[in-house]
């Protein structure tokens, strides 16, 4: 009976300690309230530029386009941009691999925030997360057109609709996809010995305090 109580005060403990450390790492309602903005302005911006470019597009690549033409684009009429085919291609797999980054980060801001568990250490994954998507999504049409459809199309004749979804798709599982592409490459590009056992002060290795602090660390966004 004892042991018991003992055991129960123990546990009330670690679970008063733990509330403890998630009040202080908790970000401040200001600071989330920066971040949902931010989270909105982004949608907003790439939704009317995506209205923008494809407007423009429209008549490069469209039915009644001429070859080799070019059009003038001017977003938000910051300057004038000559738009070929292949550059609003680029334009658009840009936007809209930013449109599925929003999608992944808003949709796991909200949760965590409902949940209450919206801690200040995850700024910069929501901060970075648009520019990860686009930049995968980049890489991903470049391997697109460089490699499967190579002297297949120009800008003209490619479907910007299809790679329009195959960015949205980067963005929006861009973590999933960099995870088997690391997979992928770590089965391909396999090596005899192993060269992070070398690197000291990796992410996976904790320390007891941190181990005591958490014993069920939380999930990534």
């Known amino acids: 009976m004892t042991e018991s109580f003992s055991n129960a005060a123990r546990e009330t403990q670690y679970e008063d300690a ?48 001429v070859e080799k033409q070019t059009e003038t684009w001017s977003p938000f009429g910051l300057g004038h941009w000559h738009i070929t085919p292949d550059v609003g291609l680029l334009i658009i ?16 801001f909200a949760s965590y925030v409902g949940n209450r568990r919206m801690y200040a250490s995850w700024i910069w994954w929501y901060l970075l997360r648009t520019g990860i998507g686009m930049a995968l999504a980049l890489l991903v049409y470049l391997l697109l057109r460089g490699g499967l459809f190579a002297g297949e199309m120009d800008g003209r004749a490619a479907n910007p609709y299809g790679f329009a979804g195959i960015a949205g798709l980067c963005g929006l599982f861009s973590k999933q996809a960099t995870d088997k592409l690391r997979e992928v490459f770590d089965t391909i590009l396999s090596t005899r010995g192993d060269g992070d056992s070398k690197r000291f002060d990796k992410l996976g290795e904790t320390s007891g305090h941190d181990r005591f602090q958490s014993s069920n660390p939380g999930e990534s966004p």
Request: proline share 3%.
């Open 18 to 65: 733990e509330d403890a450390q998630a009040s202080i790492r908790a970000l401040s309602p200001w600071a989330t309230a920066v971040i949902g903005l931010l989270l909105g302005g982004q949608v907003s911006l790439f939704s009317l530029a995506l209205l923008s470019i494809w407007s423009v597009m429209d008549k490069i690549i469209g039915p009644a386009a």
């Open 93 to 108: 797999v840009m936007i809209c691999s930013g449109l599925g980054s929003f999608v992944h980060a808003a949709t796991s």
